[in-house]
């Protein structure tokens, strides 16, 4: 698991220990601490180490004062959807505080968690849990969605403290979403005759503009499978640039963006590497056997065939990377970038979490 612990005093070594043993997750311990047989990393300066595991892991929990990790953590906050959640444990192990990204980092459910490994009282401060409601970030984490724009989410979850519902609009709902806790559940298509009864709306769709949705929050499900084809040495910038472009133009969300697919043979090509990495998303690589044995019509080009031994590239990989799902933007071409796109065929719900790329 993606998380560390970090303590300071001969106490909370021990108790860093048994965290990291229970969790798995790496401690890291002052250097002057350390003895033989420590599962541990050490460090030298409290400051620097910290900065390093603030960035590097999604948890972590923190054997110390509440104060120190306040002051040390301060300049490090960026975004409440990238910060890592962030526990506060007192040495003694009495107090497993969420401190930081409760709702959307999970702090909230690591503090629980630690609760019952090792007997400590989560203390839980933000108010929405307090209050025995499902926030709209909370229903959001736990269904792999990401709210957009996520500025809205305070403004909701307000509303809910005021006891006002917030009409939650889907294509299908898990079992888990059941009403009550300020959360109403209702189809996608009843929203134009459903929407005027609720002032608070959020509606589950991967379509950039919902149709008489101005103002709804959006929860973007991780649905859209992008395929890419492009000449050698082709800019990241020209490949983000069709990207955005070709979802744009068919209003689809970047934020739902789920892969980016592309044949083997481009597995070293840099434009499609950086644009995959500055999007935060996979990159997904079909051999030319896997694209050609797609039995669904596609265009083809000669050219293509001649050079990569395959028909097309863009729209087989992304039919292949969304297994089998619908196309929704066919081959488009633009500036030596071929895109494809298109949704992944499970339940969105079942599709995993989405991706924060810009």
């Given amino acids: 698991m993606n998380g560390a612990v970090l303590a300071l005093t001969p106490r909370g070594r021990v108790l860093a220990l048994l965290v990291g043993k229970l969790t798995g997750f790496t401690v890291y311990l002052p250097s002057k601490l ?195 084809g492009c000449r050698r040495g082709t800019a990241a910038a020209q490949v983000l640039a069709t990207i955005k472009q070709a979802l744009a133009r068919h209003n689809l969300a970047c934020a739902s963006l789920a892969a980016l697919a592309t044949i083997e043979a481009k597995r070293a090509e840099p434009g499609l590497l950086q644009a995959a990495a500055e999007l935060k998303l996979p990159l997904l690589f079909f051999s030319a056997a896997e694209l050609g044995g797609l039995t669904r019509p596609y265009e083809q080009s000669p050219f293509v065939y001649q050079t990569m031994g395959v028909g097309g590239v863009c729209e087989p990989a992304a039919i292949l990377a969304a297994s089998g799902g619908e196309v929704l933007v066919k081959k488009e071409k633009m500036e030596g970038v071929t895109v494809a796109v298109a949704r992944g065929i499970s339940p969105w719900w079942e599709l995993g979490p989405a991706q924060t790329g810009s």
């Fill in 34 to 228: 350390l003895e033989p047989g420590d599962a541990a990393e050490p460090f030298d300066a409290l400051r620097e180490a910290l900065a390093e595991t603030f960035a590097r892991h999604r948890q972590l929990v923190l054997v110390m004062a509440t104060g120190i990790a306040v002051r040390l953590l301060a300049p490090l906050l960026e975004d409440k959807r990238r910060d890592p959640a962030v526990v506060v444990l007192d040495e003694a192990g009495q107090h497993a505080i969420s401190l930081l990204s409760g709702h959307f980092g999970g702090a909230n459910d690591l503090a629980r968690s630690l609760g019952e490994k090792i007997g400590a009282v989560p203390v839980i401060t933000t108010a929405t849990d307090v209050n025995g409601l499902l926030a709209i970030d909370v229903l959001a984490k736990l269904l792999g969605l990401m709210p957009e724009p996520f500025a809205l989410v305070k403004e909701y979850n307000a509303a809910q403290l005021r006891g006002e519902t917030v009409a939650v609009f889907a294509k299908g709902w898990p079992p888990l979403c059941k009403e009550g806790a300020g959360l109403s559940f209702l189809p996608a298509d009843s929203y134009a005759s459903q929407c005027d009864r609720y002032a608070w709306r959020a509606v589950v769709t991967d379509l950039a503009c919902w149709p008489g949705g101005d103002g709804d929050l959006h929860l973007r499900p991780a649905s859209l499978y992008v395929g890419l």
